[in-house]
């Protein structure tokens, strides 16, 4: 068969021409980067080119102003049309520039040179909220509202000098009883054994100035030392729950009977409790929004593991809600439980969930993760889960694995 029998007849919006040549432009969208002292240049691909077509259509015969002028009433309707290519079927393309038309009255031909460029679509950025994002900002409005609330409670100016010494006794237990306390949860910060030290120094020499001083002792308890780490942030953030039971910050019990100095004395220790606890409850929201993204180093791909966090840390919350006898700080614990349980409940939808599997006989854990994930390297979370004693020799008993 001819190749001119397999092209097809060429329309636009219905209206058939004839087509001697037709010409393409297609390719990629690139953009050259040239750096100083380096001899190659990098090239960022920007995605596929529009592709542009370029036909020289022609009419003929006894109607061929008739033809033609159906043709040029085609083309100047509005919008994206409908192009019949011979070689490239149908399109939906929109012209890029007017079409030219030329006529011969001796040959009874019309020819118009056409551009067509392929139709988009219209389509506006959709606006979305990123549930890791707010969780993260209600954590740090935590973190501000906890300062400012222990700025306008904690006082040693203008007090007896007992006054000014419980605080520094109080800052100094703290600050201990949180270094501690991170052995006794499992977490590998190393930040606040190394740097418990000199953050008590500049605390106690902040003392006249309460909101410099909650902001060096929230500094204090960042997790910065743990980003590049390769521990689970779910693990992190349970961790730092588990600091709030542990090191001896709960309220303190307060007398009726005392001098108003000794008061200002117990509501400076209750201040830096308070402190303490609503600044580690901060960091667990910051960590809980890493649980199961790319930055998680094993990624907690389980469900029932990412609500198992979600939930500790709603408790936690709930509890400092009914302690707290700041305003700011009430408002601002609200606004974090109800971001946390957006955030993990939304992200959890599209976890795996746990299952129960048997291995017919003792099997590697690298050969039992390619068999069921695929990917060998998953081997350390079957060993993991299951406390299994020796990854070479995973028993034929049930175990728990993720669906995927």
Excluded: C
Aim: no cysteine; proline share 4%.
């Amino acid at each position: 068969m001819a190749l001119s029998n397999q092209l097809r007849p060429a329309s636009f919006r219905g209206v058939p021409f004839e087509v001697d040549v037709g010409e393409l432009e297609a390719g990629r969208r690139t953009q050259v980067h040239e750096y100083p002292q380096r001899d190659k240049p990098y090239v960022e691909d920007l995605g596929r080119a529009t592709r542009s077509l370029s036909v020289q259509a022609f009419v003929v015969g006894t109607d061929y102003l008739d033809r033609a002028n159906r043709l040029l009433a085609a083309l100047e309707e509005s919008g994206a049309g409908t192009l019949v290519h011979p070689w490239l079927g149908s399109l939906r393309v929109t012209l890029s520039s007017p079409a030219r038309v030329t006529f011969d009255k001796a040959l009874g031909l019309a020819r118009v040179q056409i551009s067509f460029v392929e139709a988009g679509e219209l389509s506006f950025p959709a606006a979305s909220s990123s549930t890791q994002a707010q969780s993260r900002l209600a954590a740090q409005d935590l973190e501000d509202a906890a300062a400012q609330s222990f700025a306008s409670t904690f006082a040693v100016d203008g007090q007896p000098d007992f006054v000014g010494e419980s605080a520094s006794v109080e800052l100094g237990s703290a600050f201990g009883s949180i270094t501690g306390a991170v052995g006794q949860t499992g977490m590998q910060a190393s930040g606040y054994v190394n740097t418990a030290s000199s953050a008590l120094s500049r605390a106690r020499g902040l003392m006249a100035d309460p909101l410099a001083l909650a902001y060096v002792t929230l500094d204090y308890l960042r997790l910065s030392d743990l980003s590049g780490g390769l521990q689970r942030w779910g693990d992190i953030a349970r961790s730092v729950v588990r600091l709030l039971d542990t090191a001896g910050l709960q309220p303190l019990g307060l007398s009726a009977f005392t001098t108003p100095a000794r008061r200002t004395a117990d509501a400076n220790t209750q201040a830096v409790r308070a402190l303490m606890r609503q600044g580690l409850i901060a960091q667990a929201i910051g960590a809980s929004s890493f649980v199961g993204s790319s930055a998680d180093a094993s990624q907690t791909r389980a469900y029932d593991d990412q609500l198992a966090v979600r939930n500790d840390l709603i408790a936690a919350i709930d509890a400092e809600t009914l302690r707290t006898g700041s305003d700011a700080a009430f408002d601002a614990l609200q606004a974090a439980r109800s971001r946390v349980w957006v955030d993990m409940t939304t992200r959890s939808r599209d976890s795996a969930r746990l299952t129960m599997y048997t291995p017919v006989a003792p099997v590697p854990a690298l050969a039992l993760a390619y068999d069921l994930y695929e990917d060998a390297a998953r081997d350390g979370e079957i060993v993991e889960r299951n406390r299994v004693n020796h990854p070479g020799f995973v028993p034929p008993r049930p175990l728990r694995v993720l669906t995927r």
